[in-house]
């Protein structure tokens, strides 16, 4: 059965960084490209990054292009995020998700909540 | 403000149907037929329930159903149950590896 566990989220203050991880199972990670998606407390969704299967190619939201990084261990079969110079606005809980045939996103983690607070 | 416009809370009654709109551009909805519906239960992840505007993945009801006209997408939801009450989302391919959200509507059954 597929699985996508995410960790690594918690508090952080303004400035500060962290580092996402997503632990696959159940399928051939290392053929698929992921996402992640993230909602705000409240909010609608909004999508983060993506990354390639095999990592070679990888697109940000314009909203975080330059502080956050996207990358995977295939060997692993773990996806991650690192997010520096974090915003109040990057509180979330930040979704890994598995890429669809048409950019959609066709299974989610339960997802890991990431606090941007002083 | 979300790039994709749905409405705020749509309702009811078991049996009936419904529809929720998703309104976007030519730049996004109306360009690619890349739609896709979410549905979302208080406190779960999102579950994908259309892809590709009218595409329904393996598991899902044949009571849900999509379409498109314009740049205006829709998902249908007949026969409604008491577990459809959600909260349901689209996106759509926007173009330069970007994707887009609506902010999200309500289903109410009443």
């Known amino acids: 059965q597929l699985q996508l566990v995410e960790s690594g989220g918690g508090v952080v203050q303004p400035g500060g960084s962290l580092t996402l991880s997503c632990a696959a199972s159940?399928?051939?990670?290392?053929?698929?490209?992921m996402h992640w998606v993230r909602q705000a407390p409240g909010k609608g969704l909004d999508w983060v990054a993506f990354?390639?299967?095999?990592?070679?190619?990888?697109y940000y939201a314009d909203s975080v292009k330059g502080r956050f990084t996207i990358s995977r261990d295939n060997s692993q079969n773990t996806l991650y995020l690192q997010m520096n110079s974090l915003r109040t606005d990057d509180t979330a809980v930040y979704y890994c998700?598995?890429?669809?045939?048409?950019?959609?996103?066709?299974?989610w983690g339960q997802g890991t909540l990431v606090t941007v607070s002083s | 403000q979300s790039a994709l416009t749905q409405p705020a809370s749509v309702s009811g009654s078991p049996g009936q149907s419904i529809t929720i709109s998703c309104s976007g551009s030519?730049?996004?909805?109306?360009?690619?037929?890349?739609v896709s519906w979410y549905q979302q239960h208080p406190g779960k992840a999102p579950k994908l329930m259309i892809c590709?505007?009218?595409k329904r993945p393996s598991g899902v009801s044949n009571r849900f159903s999509g379409s498109k006209s314009g740049n205006t997408a829709s998902l249908t939801i007949s026969g409604l149950q008491a577990e459809d009450e959600a909260n349901y989302y689209c996106?759509?391919?926007?173009?330069?590896?970007?994707?887009?959200f609506g902010g999200g509507t309500k289903l109410t059954v009443l």
């Open positions: 998700t598995k890429a669809g045939s048409g950019w959609d996103f066709d299974n």
């Open positions: 159940g399928f051939t990670f290392s053929r698929y490209a």
């Open positions: 990354i390639r299967y095999d990592g070679g190619s990888k």
């Open positions: 030519g730049s996004d909805v109306g360009n690619y037929d890349l």
């Open positions: 590709e505007v009218t």
């Open positions: 996106s759509s391919y926007a173009g330069d590896n970007n994707v887009v």
